[in-house]
């Protein structure tokens, strides 16, 4: 190892020289700087770290849709009953928030499901983690407020736009 203040590949020819000379004229075959040496060390831990997250991003987007999607069908179904509620006097917003905390009481409770299986499985995951320590209290409270959000803005979209139905519109629907 050689420490400089300078750039390192350009004290490379000197540096090979030197190492020639001092081993007996054996040849000098890979000069690499040390985050050269670095990178390749912890190439794989940051690919399986890009990798899962990935897959996060990718399970978030699916939770996404599939709740939206749900939500968007339970609404549907419930078309004649918003109707009803509407015409007998019920405000919009009302209708709204009983669709939007139905919606995340079941969301509430898969993240209550999902952190204790993270929190059980920690051991098996603890050896793909890099920078990261298996218990963190950032990750375990920043996930699930992330998955909160994300599922409350799709409760929130079919449950506004079921709320602006028309109660005459609403008790036609077939």
Not at 28 to 34: P, Q
Not at 93 to 121: D, E, M
């Amino acid at each position: 190892m050689v420490r400089t203040r300078v750039p390192p590949l350009s004290l490379s020819s000197p540096i090979r020289n030197e190492l020639r000379a001092a081993s007996g004229g054996l040849p000098v075959a890979h000069i690499r700087t040390m985050e050269e040496t670095i990178s390749r060390s912890t190439a794989s831990e940051n690919f399986n770290m890009l990798v899962l997250t990935i897959f996060g991003c990718a399970a978030l987007l699916l939770a996404a849709i599939g709740i939206a999607g749900l939500m968007a069908y339970s609404v549907a179904q419930r078309t004649q009953e918003i109707g009803i509620r509407l015409a007998l006097g019920a405000e919009p917003p009302s209708f709204r928030n009983l669709i939007v905390f139905q919606g995340l009481r079941l969301v509430a409770l898969g993240v209550v499901i999902g952190l204790a299986a993270a929190f059980g499985l920690r051991n098996l995951i603890a050896s793909l983690l890099f920078g990261v320590k298996a218990v963190d209290p950032m990750e375990f409270s920043a996930v699930p407020i992330v998955v909160l959000g994300v599922a409350l803005l799709s409760v929130w979209l079919p449950a506004m736009l079921g709320s602006r139905v028309h109660p005459i519109e609403a008790l036609r629907y077939e």
